[in-house]
T-cell receptor, first 116, second 112 residues
Framework: GAVVSQHPSRVICKSGTSVKIECRSL??????MFWYRQFPKQSLMLMAT?????????EQGVEKDKFLINHASLTLSTLTVTSAHPEDSSFYIC????????????FGDGTRLSIL | DAKTTQPNSMESNEEEPVHLPCNHS???????IHWYRQLPSQGPEYVIH???SNVNNRMASLAIAEDRKSSTLILHRATLRDAAVYYC?????????????FGTGTRLTIIP
């Protein structure tokens, strides 16, 4: 089945560091990928829609200059958390789909980001 | 997207069937009913989806009310590995490349 790989699975770094998270579709091409954030004991919140070859679409309240998204190929989207602070500590999850009808979303295993 | 309502939590004994309800009284005629689940410390995984007719796959069954205002996800024989948060989500179309709006879901606990 379709697989989405997310890397790294865990990051611990100092405040002020920028952190890049990769999301890859391993056996299919994805023109659209999605980035979610999940705080402890809460549901997933969509941050942005990553579009291959064009600018990402951000949800209301998500700072586009803080969370940089690049979708340079049909199999890779990256999320960079710039100048991360402790309040950015969260579980970041990406998803993608082969597209077309009747196709579910496939999620990565998430990246747990801890900012000290 | 139309809103769904699910119980916050449910418990079930291992090896017994589990019925997870979802209310979606404002569902529109073009909304598909999707179910995903999230195991601890993992990303969500697709379970099943349907429009009007009941659906079965290797993971579960989806029973959709005739008026489509509610649905039930059925796990026929729960195992410990089924302990997860289950999300019932409405999507306006059957196309995969559209965003999902997650509610609070139902946390399912399986009792050995």
């Amino acid at each position: 089945g379709a697989v989405v790989s997310q890397h790294p699975s865990r990051v611990i770094c100092k405040s002020g560091t920028s952190v890049k998270i990769e999301c890859r579709s391993l056996d299919f091409q994805a023109t659209t990928m999605f980035w979610y954030r999940q705080f402890p004991k809460q549901s997933l919140m969509l941050m942005a829609t990553s579009n291959e070859g064009s600018k990402a679409t951000y949800e209301q309240g998500v700072e586009k200059d803080k969370f940089l998204i690049n979708h340079a190929s049909l199999t890779l989207s990256t999320l960079t958390v710039t100048s991360a602070h402790p309040e950015d500590s969260s579980f970041y999850i990406c998803s993608a789909t082969p597209g077309g009808s009747n196709q579910p979303q496939h999620f990565g295993d998430g990246t747990r980001l801890s900012i000290l | 997207d139309a809103k769904t309502t699910q119980p916050n939590s449910m418990e079930s004994n291992e090896e017994e069937p589990v019925h997870l309800p979802c209310n979606h009284s404002t569902i529109s005629g073009t909304d598909y009913i999707h179910w995903y689940r999230q195991l601890p410390s993992q990303g969500p995984e697709y379970v099943i989806h349907g429009l009007t007719s009941n659906v079965n796959n290797r993971m579960a069954s989806l029973a959709i009310a005739e008026d489509r205002k509610s649905s039930t996800l059925i796990l026929h024989r729960a195992t410990l590995r089924d302990a997860a948060v289950y999300y019932c989500i409405l999507k306006i179309s059957n196309f995969g490349n559209e965003k999902l709006t997650f509610g609070t879901g139902t946390r399912l606990t399986i009792i050995p």
